[in-house]
């Protein structure tokens, strides 16, 4: 019974986070879940200790408020349509190969990347 | 042999467009395992677990000597233990991972090694997990710390979070905590450690060889219920968030090696060899990086910083460790976060100044003393541990120098195995490194060789994996037959894996036989028994106020350190105060010191001694073996004492008419003790905003293309002065506050 209650106290968190951390992959996803939920309930402990709030009640309300926020979250970065209509959301960033964006939007992973491997012998097929 | 593999790396990688899956792919299927096979070995499993557990109920603790478990344990279950490391190794000879058997063969040998105890001894080993216990009772009873009862309370988060979690869940007893701890923790150590493998670029055999020693390697004792235990579970994962997420986008040397020319590049010779092998063209030793999003990495850069947070409050080395191993990862170009360790260094630098006042204030001098005599370090917690112990005691401590010799050395071969085949395993050779930036640090009480063995480990283990299985992933070796090579017929075909198997299982079990003899080799003093917890009990029952506990050292523990190896304070942890008596080598009944300490103590004071105190000071202190039973009979007969509790185990003595002065009073719980300087206020207000900048800047750095980061210059002009103000006022505090 115990285990099982221990089990449900980490799990609120664990689940806010994996509902936030979309665009991962399954294993990824969970190890940081389970490292998310670990960090918040030892986090909500240790800043009431600190603040000097520390007692079970207010660190079960501060776990649920956090996880509370980090669901609220993930549900407002969701866009409501894809949402709704239960479309599976397009990748964040641009697959590779994908054009190359312009100004401000550009990150290191839209530029090409020189592949190691076509540097070397090109001048064997050149004329 | 090495342009082969480089070759087969460039071609996969082509085909596959990188992903680690793709080059999988591209390959026949390897053989279906015969199901009488997986049967087989699944029945060998349930044989050796059969073989391993049942014998123990016969196990005489009592009959155990200087050399621990290993001279009690049955040959039956020895035999276990050897069935069970074959069948792994037999496993890892299939032609095929079968996951399942693999995850399923480690989680047995977690619960083997590591829980062998929960079936010999009636209650939780190890007096000092008991001394955890006493900290988070403290925590759960004042809903606070207090600075000046011990150093341990300067970083309580561990004990603020144990308290909270027990008490949502309404346990009570901490005792079946202590017990099942190590098995838990070893077993949420793998869960991080999946994800540090599944980057590397490594056969399927390298990586489940390498969660195998991970278990079996972890014979340092660190896993308990403590601090560094659950640190060490976040430094994991911080290593494993930054080595799959945060790798640098170009990790690739060119394909002519970065430091050789046009004109030198066609000589060769052994000069160039070397020059070659140490920076030639190599391939990385993990794989590309997962592609995720700007969002995604936001996410995980705040859960990092968090992690050095909950890190830093929860144990003060572990986040030293972080913040090097950041530092490391981002020095050979294989982290992107280059404000990473600055942030972490920070956190680590204001958590010392403003959260442990109490520690550095008293005795900066010796703090001083400790920082750079790294030689002092490396002898005193390394051949200082053997000091005046009896023979077994000091075999044992050899074995445990041998077993971290052997496994840096292989570690070091197996790095240059993988470097000679042209692989640049970086990420494992910082890792591997970093711990030994520590040695500069406190001395720790002698425990640091220990803890850089701990901190060592996962990347120790995965390069001794290498050493056996250096490929980096499975292909199958094409050869001409008419080609003649030296022992062909081992090197070649659907076995050729066969002798590396053989050569790991050698190895894998004289570390399991390691494991199981240095692990519990102290067990003999290292077990608690009810009556040790039952002796404190009946001491806080008989008393209202404060507990002084007088003890018997063989040695001067001003001289050479030491506390009781009992569970003191396992409760009640501000009621008791420790007197030591040391020991009249001549005259066992010599009962004098004891009485005159007693008397020092007031009302409440009590002479406590139990078996395994008794057997450590035997086994350390070099007492006769018979000193304890006579000092006991004396402390019977004395007209003076009176026995509050005794039996075989355990034993409390008390003065018939004790003093009514002096009467110590119970400290009242003194918070955290961040104590004030003129200059800290303004201390509190930069750090945050310090750290917000930080933060910002890395945030912004994951969104710029990597040829703009000269647009992080704002910030980084507005976060110089603030990270000066800062460390003007850690100063401040450490020159001010004594």
């Given at each position: 019974m115990t285990i099982v209650l221990a089990l449900l106290l980490f799990s609120v968190p664990g689940a806010a986070f994996w509902s936030l951390m979309r665009g991962f992959d399954p294993v990824g996803r969970l190890v940081v879940s389970i490292a998310a939920s670990i960090v918040t309930v030892a986090g909500a402990a240790q800043i009431l200790l600190m603040a000097g709030f520390w007692s079970p009640g207010s660190g079960l309300v501060a776990v649920l408020l956090l996880s509370g926020l980090v669901a609220g979250l993930a549900r407002m970065h969701r866009p409501r349509r894809l949402a709704h209509l239960h479309i599976p959301r397009p990748p964040s960033r641009p697959a590779a190969g994908a054009a190359v964006r312009s100004g401000a939007n550009v990150t290191r992973r839209d530029l090409p990347v020189r592949r190691r491997d076509e540097d070397e012998e090109d001048w064997l097929y050149r004329d | 042999m090495g342009g082969e593999a480089r070759v087969t790396v460039r071609q996969a990688s082509q085909s596959g467009g990188g992903a680690p899956r793709a080059q999988q792919a591209v390959q026949p299927p390897a053989p279906q395992t015969p199901r009488p096979v997986l049967i087989a070995l699944g029945a060998m499993v349930t044989l050796g677990l059969m073989l391993f557990w049942l014998p123990l109920r016969g196990v005489d603790l009592e009959a155990m000597d200087g050399y621990g478990l290993i001279g009690v344990l049955p040959i039956a279950t020895l035999l276990g233990a050897v069935v069970l490391v074959l069948t792994f190794m037999a496993t890892l000879a299939l032609a095929r991972p079968h996951q399942l058997l693999l995850a399923a063969q480690i989680l047995l040998l977690i619960i083997t090694l590591h829980g062998v105890t929960l079936a010999l001894e009636p209650i939780a080993r190890f007096p000092t997990a008991w001394q955890t216990g006493g900290f988070i009772e403290y925590v759960t009873r004042n809903h606070t710390v207090s600075w000046d009862l011990d150093a341990r309370f300067s970083t309580p988060g561990f004990f603020a979070f144990i308290a909270f979690v027990m008490k949502a869940v309404g346990q009570n007893d901490i005792e079946p905590l202590l017990r099942w701890a190590p098995t838990v923790t070893n077993l949420l150590y793998l869960i991080p450690y999946i994800l540090i493998l599944r980057v590397l670029r490594a056969t399927w055999r390298a990586k489940w060889f390498a969660a195998w020693l991970f278990i079996a390697a972890n014979w340092v004792g660190q896993d308990y219920l403590s601090p560094q235990a659950f640190a060490y579970l976040l430094y994991l994962f911080f290593v494993a968030i930054l080595v799959n997420w945060f790798r640098h986008h170009d990790e690739r040397t060119t394909g002519s090696g970065r430091r050789r020319s046009g004109d030198t590049r066609e000589r060769t010779g052994g000069f160039w060899r070397i020059y070659n092998w140490l920076f030639g063209a190599k391939d990385p030793g993990e794989l590309p990086a997962k592609p995720v999003g700007v969002r995604e990495q936001s996410i995980l850069l705040i859960l990092l910083f968090i992690l050095i947070l909950v890190g830093t409050a929860a144990h003060q080395l572990t986040p030293f460790l972080m913040t090097a191993s950041c530092a490391g990862l981002v020095l050979v170009r294989r982290?992107?976060?280059?404000g990473l360790p600055f942030i972490a260094g920070v956190v680590y630098a204001a958590w010392i100044s403003f959260m442990t006042v109490g520690y550095w204030s008293s005795r900066k001098g010796e703090l001083f003393g400790g920082l750079g005599k790294v030689f002092t370090n490396v002898q005193q917690s390394t051949g200082g541990r053997?000091?005046?112990?009896s023979g077994a005691t000091q075999d044992i401590q050899m074995l445990r120098i041998v077993i971290a010799v052997t496994v840096v050395g292989l570690a070091v071969a197996g790095l240059m195995r993988r470097r000679s085949r042209g692989i640049d395993d970086r990420v494992a050779l910082v890792l591997l490194l970093v711990p030994f930036s520590s040695f500069g640090l406190q001395n720790y009480g002698g425990e640091l060789a220990l803890r850089i063995y701990f901190f060592m480990l996962p990347a120790a283990c995965l390069l001794i994996a290498y050493l056996f299985f250096p490929a980096p992933f499975d292909a199958p070796r094409v050869r001409d037959p008419k080609v003649k090579i030296w022992l062909g017929h081992l090197r070649t075909g659907s076995r050729r894996h066969w002798p590396a198997v053989a050569a790991a299982s050698v190895f894998a079990l004289l570390l399991t036989g390691g494991f199981l003899s240095v692990r519990y080799g102290n067990e003999k003093y290292e077990q608690v028994r009810r009556s040790d917890v039952k002796a404190f009990d009946v001491m806080l029952r008989s008393t209202d106020g404060a507990v002084g506990v007088v003890w018997l050292s063989a040695e001067n523990p001003e001289l050479v350190g030491g506390e009781p190896v009992m569970p003191w304070s396992y409760r009640s942890w501000e009621r008791f105060t420790r007197t030591p008596v040391v020991a009249n080598r001549n005259n066992p009944a010599d009962i004098s010191q004891i009485v005159q300490r007693l008397k020092e103590q007031g009302p409440g004071g009590f002479f406590v001694t139990t078996r395994s105190h008794e057997d450590y000071q035997v086994l350390?202190?070099?007492?006769?073996?018979d000193y304890a039973i006579k000092m006991r009979r004396a402390l019977a007969a004395s007209p003076e004492l009176t026995t509050v509790f005794a039996d075989t185990d355990a034993a409390v003595y008390r003065l018939k008419n004790p003093p009514a002065e002096p009467r110590p009073t119970v400290p009242e719980p003194a918070g955290l003790g961040m104590r004030n300087s003129p200059w800290t206020p303004a201390g509190l207000i930069y750090l945050p905003v310090l750290l917000g900048v930080l933060l910002t800047r890395e945030l912004r750095r994951l969104r710029l293309p990597p040829n703009e980061l000269r647009r992080l210059r704002p910030l980084t002009v507005l976060a110089i002065p603030l990270l000066i103000s800062v460390v003007a006022v850690i100063i401040e505090r450490f020159v001010i506050i004594s």
């Amino acid at each position: 019974m115990t285990i099982v209650l221990a089990l449900l106290l980490f799990s609120v968190p664990g689940a806010a986070f994996w509902s936030l951390m979309r665009g991962f992959d399954p294993v990824g996803r969970l190890v940081v879940s389970i490292a998310a939920s670990i960090v918040t309930v030892a986090g909500a402990a240790q800043i009431l200790l600190m603040a000097g709030f520390w007692s079970p009640g207010s660190g079960l309300v501060a776990v649920l408020l956090l996880s509370g926020l980090v669901a609220g979250l993930a549900r407002m970065h969701r866009p409501r349509r894809l949402a709704h209509l239960h479309i599976p959301r397009p990748p964040s960033r641009p697959a590779a190969g994908a054009a190359v964006r312009s100004g401000a939007n550009v990150t290191r992973r839209d530029l090409p990347v020189r592949r190691r491997d076509e540097d070397e012998e090109d001048w064997l097929y050149r004329d | 042999m090495g342009g082969e593999a480089r070759v087969t790396v460039r071609q996969a990688s082509q085909s596959g467009g990188g992903a680690p899956r793709a080059q999988q792919a591209v390959q026949p299927p390897a053989p279906q395992t015969p199901r009488p096979v997986l049967i087989a070995l699944g029945a060998m499993v349930t044989l050796g677990l059969m073989l391993f557990w049942l014998p123990l109920r016969g196990v005489d603790l009592e009959a155990m000597d200087g050399y621990g478990l290993i001279g009690v344990l049955p040959i039956a279950t020895l035999l276990g233990a050897v069935v069970l490391v074959l069948t792994f190794m037999a496993t890892l000879a299939l032609a095929r991972p079968h996951q399942l058997l693999l995850a399923a063969q480690i989680l047995l040998l977690i619960i083997t090694l590591h829980g062998v105890t929960l079936a010999l001894e009636p209650i939780a080993r190890f007096p000092t997990a008991w001394q955890t216990g006493g900290f988070i009772e403290y925590v759960t009873r004042n809903h606070t710390v207090s600075w000046d009862l011990d150093a341990r309370f300067s970083t309580p988060g561990f004990f603020a979070f144990i308290a909270f979690v027990m008490k949502a869940v309404g346990q009570n007893d901490i005792e079946p905590l202590l017990r099942w701890a190590p098995t838990v923790t070893n077993l949420l150590y793998l869960i991080p450690y999946i994800l540090i493998l599944r980057v590397l670029r490594a056969t399927w055999r390298a990586k489940w060889f390498a969660a195998w020693l991970f278990i079996a390697a972890n014979w340092v004792g660190q896993d308990y219920l403590s601090p560094q235990a659950f640190a060490y579970l976040l430094y994991l994962f911080f290593v494993a968030i930054l080595v799959n997420w945060f790798r640098h986008h170009d990790e690739r040397t060119t394909g002519s090696g970065r430091r050789r020319s046009g004109d030198t590049r066609e000589r060769t010779g052994g000069f160039w060899r070397i020059y070659n092998w140490l920076f030639g063209a190599k391939d990385p030793g993990e794989l590309p990086a997962k592609p995720v999003g700007v969002r995604e990495q936001s996410i995980l850069l705040i859960l990092l910083f968090i992690l050095i947070l909950v890190g830093t409050a929860a144990h003060q080395l572990t986040p030293f460790l972080m913040t090097a191993s950041c530092a490391g990862l981002v020095l050979v170009r294989r982290c992107n976060l280059r404000g990473l360790p600055f942030i972490a260094g920070v956190v680590y630098a204001a958590w010392i100044s403003f959260m442990t006042v109490g520690y550095w204030s008293s005795r900066k001098g010796e703090l001083f003393g400790g920082l750079g005599k790294v030689f002092t370090n490396v002898q005193q917690s390394t051949g200082g541990r053997l000091g005046t112990a009896s023979g077994a005691t000091q075999d044992i401590q050899m074995l445990r120098i041998v077993i971290a010799v052997t496994v840096v050395g292989l570690a070091v071969a197996g790095l240059m195995r993988r470097r000679s085949r042209g692989i640049d395993d970086r990420v494992a050779l910082v890792l591997l490194l970093v711990p030994f930036s520590s040695f500069g640090l406190q001395n720790y009480g002698g425990e640091l060789a220990l803890r850089i063995y701990f901190f060592m480990l996962p990347a120790a283990c995965l390069l001794i994996a290498y050493l056996f299985f250096p490929a980096p992933f499975d292909a199958p070796r094409v050869r001409d037959p008419k080609v003649k090579i030296w022992l062909g017929h081992l090197r070649t075909g659907s076995r050729r894996h066969w002798p590396a198997v053989a050569a790991a299982s050698v190895f894998a079990l004289l570390l399991t036989g390691g494991f199981l003899s240095v692990r519990y080799g102290n067990e003999k003093y290292e077990q608690v028994r009810r009556s040790d917890v039952k002796a404190f009990d009946v001491m806080l029952r008989s008393t209202d106020g404060a507990v002084g506990v007088v003890w018997l050292s063989a040695e001067n523990p001003e001289l050479v350190g030491g506390e009781p190896v009992m569970p003191w304070s396992y409760r009640s942890w501000e009621r008791f105060t420790r007197t030591p008596v040391v020991a009249n080598r001549n005259n066992p009944a010599d009962i004098s010191q004891i009485v005159q300490r007693l008397k020092e103590q007031g009302p409440g004071g009590f002479f406590v001694t139990t078996r395994s105190h008794e057997d450590y000071q035997v086994l350390s202190g070099g007492l006769a073996s018979d000193y304890a039973i006579k000092m006991r009979r004396a402390l019977a007969a004395s007209p003076e004492l009176t026995t509050v509790f005794a039996d075989t185990d355990a034993a409390v003595y008390r003065l018939k008419n004790p003093p009514a002065e002096p009467r110590p009073t119970v400290p009242e719980p003194a918070g955290l003790g961040m104590r004030n300087s003129p200059w800290t206020p303004a201390g509190l207000i930069y750090l945050p905003v310090l750290l917000g900048v930080l933060l910002t800047r890395e945030l912004r750095r994951l969104r710029l293309p990597p040829n703009e980061l000269r647009r992080l210059r704002p910030l980084t002009v507005l976060a110089i002065p603030l990270l000066i103000s800062v460390v003007a006022v850690i100063i401040e505090r450490f020159v001010i506050i004594s």
